[in-house]
């Protein structure tokens, strides 16, 4: 017995070196194993997240009640307006603060059309962008070949008109101040939009389109030259790239894309007004690009869950709502001006500008 008891193992022991009996070491294994648990997600491709993602908006609506979906459609409308500044502010670098008059145009050339002609609303959609690509054309063109903050100027100024015209009913077209309503639902194939649920998935459908869009969009030709016009224009320019096509090519894309979002507000709350469209708005969709990240797609997702999703989580707290976009706006300009979801482009940059600090 006792040759037995000599040659007994020991007791089991955890890995990493941590004794069963070691409460000392366990905070280790648990920094280790989140540590690798890290470094798996991070392997997983971005086809892997994306259908997650994917996976994740298609089976939400079911988990929410009537109102929380219809905030997750208007989150989806301001995800639209997010990505198509992005295109202007982030991509090619112009400064650009009325973008909610091209919201309103489409908005209202849907209602116009849809009211007076009886054209169905789905169909609007590409006009709406045509209508508003082409306002856009007439205002940055003439403008667009200055350097600075002339276009900011030019599109604040536009908004103001669009909105003071919109009041004093325009050609008898507008509705003054109480604006339009009436406009019809959407229908496919007879099928009528007339649950939130059903505006979800047609705003998820663009959604989606929008993002692969604006991926291929960033990765072709063109993103490459508004890349090197918004980095330096004057180098652009002895590149060999015609600057001025270039900016008014992403203002001209960027705006249409706004005129489609206003179609699908115009046919989701039937109602429309020249106060939707005033120049706070302008500023929240800015807002959204810049807390979530100059010229990153998903953080255009975190900004409008900071900007649109947030305050009606808050609502009870009303006075305050307005008051949460200043202090988020400053508290990203001194804590992390890069935005909460900064895009690849401007994490190398950061990291390139850490570097030599940590190297002394």
């Known amino acids: 017995m006792g040759a037995v008891g000599a040659v007994r193992e ?51 609506p079911f988990l929410l ?10 989150a989806g409308i301001y995800v639209l307006l997010g990505l198509s500044l992005n295109v202007i502010v982030g991509y090619a670098g112009l400064f650009q ?13 849907a209602a116009i059309l849809n009211l007076r002609f009886g054209i169905p609303i789905l169909l609007l959609l590409p006009v709406g ?7 856009a054309f007439v205002i940055s063109r003439p403008i667009l070949h200055l350097r600075g903050d002339y276009l900011c100027i030019v599109t604040i100024a536009f908004g103001e008109i669009f909105r003071i015209a919109l009041k004093n ?5 507008t509705g003054g101040p109480n604006g339009l309503s009436g406009i019809a639902r959407p229908e496919i194939l007879g099928f009528t939009f007339s649950q939130p649920i059903h505006y979800y998935y047609l705003v998820l459908a663009l959604v989606a389109l929008t993002i692969w869009l604006a991926g291929r969009l960033e990765h072709s030709r063109l993103g490459r030259a508004w890349m090197y016009v918004r980095e330096d224009e004057l180098a652009a320019e002895a590149m ?20 489609l979002a206003g179609v699908v507000y115009a046919s989701r709350y039937r109602v429309i007004a020249p106060e ?10 800015f807002c959204i690009v810049v807390l979530g990240g100059v010229g990153s797609v998903p953080g255009v997702l975190v900004g409008t869950a900071g900007m649109v999703v947030f305050p009606e989580i808050v609502r009870e707290a009303k006075n305050w709502r ?30 390139e500008e850490g570097a030599p600090a940590h190297s002394g």
């Open 10 to 60: 020991p007791p089991p022991t955890w890995s990493h070196g941590c004794s069963r009996g070691g409460s000392g070491t366990a905070p280790q294994v648990e920094r280790q194993v989140m540590s690798q648990i890290r470094e798996h997600l991070r392997a997983l491709p971005p086809v892997a997240w994306y259908g997650v993602a994917a996976l994740a908006a298609v089976v939400l």
């Open 65 to 74: 009640d009537d109102y929380q979906t219809s905030v997750a459609v208007l």
């Open 97 to 109: 603060l009325g973008h909610a008059a091209f919201y309103g145009i489409g908005a209202y050339t």
């Open 129 to 135: 962008a045509l209508v508003a690509a082409f306002f």
């Open 169 to 173: 009913n325009v050609f008898g077209l």
């Open 240 to 259: 060999g790239i015609d600057t001025t096509r270039a900016k008014l090519t992403a203002f001209v894309l960027g705006s249409a894309w706004a005129g």
């Open 276 to 285: 939707s469209f005033s120049f706070v708005e302008s500023v929240i969709m």
């Open 322 to 351: 307005d008051a949460w976009l200043g202090v988020a706006m400053i508290l990203m300009m001194v804590l992390r001006p890069e935005g909460l979801w900064p895009s690849r482009r401007a994490r190398l940059e950061i990291h």
